[in-house]
Structure formats: C-alpha cells, structure tokens
C-alpha cells in the first residue's frame, strides 16, 4: 500500500458531559485537514428536523499523507480543543478503498471524488460511511426530508439487530454548516455489511424507495478499513469486538 497514493481519514465519536447545540456552529477541526466534517447524533424535533443537540458527536478529517493523519490520531487532544469537555472519545485512522456518489464534504458537490482511494483493499476491520443530500431544497421537500430522516432512523434500529453490526450512528451536517451529514457502520464481516445492505431488510426496502420516489437528491457510500483506532465506544472497544 503506498502511503500517500490515497487520502487518508481519522474518525473520532465523542461523548460529552452535557448536551452540545450545533446549531450553526461547528467546532473547529484540525488545521491540518483538507476537509473537516463533525455533527452532532441529534434526534427529530417537533417539525420532523433534526435538533442540532446532542452530548454525542462524531466525524472525521481528510489528510493527504499518513503522517499528517497520524499526528492527529496520536494526540488528537492537541488537535481538537473541544476534547477538553469530553467524557468518552474514540478515534480511529482509516483507509478508504472504494468510493461512489455525489457527497457535499469539500464544500463543492463532487462525484466519485472526494476521496482518493487505495488501489488495493488493505484488509482489517471494515467502517463504512454514507451520506446523503439534497440540491437546493425549499418548502415542497420537507416532507421527504423528514420523511428519510426517521427511516433513516429506523435502519438504524434495523442494524441493531443484527450481532455483526458493532456500532452505528448518523451525524447530521445539515443544521450545522450545511453540509451533507455521515452514517457511520462498523461491520464484523463484509458479508454481514452486504447482507444487511442489499439483501431482506428495512435498508434494502429503503433503497427500493429511493429508486422508485426518492428519499433525497444525491447520495455516496465509501468502505474504509481501520488500521488503527484507541478509546472507546458507548463504554466498549469495537474494534477488538469485530475480531
């Protein structure tokens, strides 16, 4: 695998003590980064939107070399000041190696490019993210909008499941800076991943929404796998989980 070949991405899940209203405010990523994205798991609100507050963040950075993503991963405290406030954290160092769809996280929407991909899966604990968007939305789209805001939820309980399913959440963007949001997945297997994706299920009955109505206007899926990560997640380890 050649290092600097690709991009490469430090995810962190934080906790903290007390609710963090996101509402057209990010925190500050590190300087580093060529794309800084960090939303709050916020639930839906009285309209159907999400509420911008959670106490549970998460997100990541994109970084040209490994050394650059490595500092971060090693002392992400001296990167990410809002660290200071959290109860639990968990980061990780990934390698995307595929890539597809149109994603709004470099300030642009690009296809099929935001990021560089590894020329070989390098094998490891898989983490998959996805996102999805719409192009200039008004009034007409909030019912669709709020619509695929609870199924998206409801995947997520679907996902719960399902014993390969180590973690999961969605960090909503929107609110925030306005730019598209993640679902994160840790998978034990990749077949676990492709069968609760594409086979029987409340994410496949989703899809076959999208394509015959149509829950939002662009979307992408990027498989990472982890090479590194330190801390925990809701109180455990999920990568020595998925092994």
């Not at 290092?3 to 509402?23: C, E, K, N």
């Not at 001296?78 to 769809?101: I, M, N, Q, T, W």
């Not at 991909?117 to 709020?146: F, H, M, Q, W």
Request: proline residues 7%; charged residues 25%; aromatic residues 12%.
């Amino acid at each position: 695998m050649d290092q600097d070949s690709h991009d490469w991405i430090v995810f962190h899940r934080v906790r903290f003590h007390a609710p963090v209203d996101g509402t057209n405010s990010p925190f500050p990523g590190p300087k580093r980064a060529e794309v800084w994205r960090f939303y709050p798991a916020s639930p839906q609100g009285p309209n159907g939107m999400r509420t911008n507050v959670s106490d549970e963040w998460g997100g990541f950075g994109v970084y040209p070399s490994r050394s650059s993503a490595e500092e971060v991963f090693e002392m992400p405290g001296k990167h990410l000041a809002f660290l200071a406030d959290a109860v639990e954290e968990f980061h990780a160092l990934l390698v995307p190696y595929s890539h597809r769809g149109k994603v709004n996280w470099r300030g642009i929407v690009k296809e099929n490019e935001t990021f560089t991909t590894c020329k070989t899966d390098p094998g490891g604990p898989l983490c998959v993210l996805t996102s999805a968007g719409y192009e200039n939305p008004g009034p007409d789209d909030l019912p669709r909008i709020v619509k695929f805001i609870r199924e998206v939820d409801r995947v997520q309980d679907f996902y719960a499941t399902l014993p390969d399913n180590i973690r999961r959440a969605v960090f909503s963007g929107g609110g925030v800076d306005g730019h598209d949001g993640v679902t994160v997945s840790l998978w034990r297997t990749d077949a676990a991943m492709m069968a609760a994706a594409y086979k029987q299920g409340h994410h496949r009955d989703q899809m076959d929404y999208q394509r015959e109505v149509g829950h939002f206007d662009r979307s992408s899926f990027s498989r990472t796998r982890i090479l590194a990560s330190k801390g925990t997640w809701d109180g455990g380890d999920p990568v020595r989980e998925m092994s």
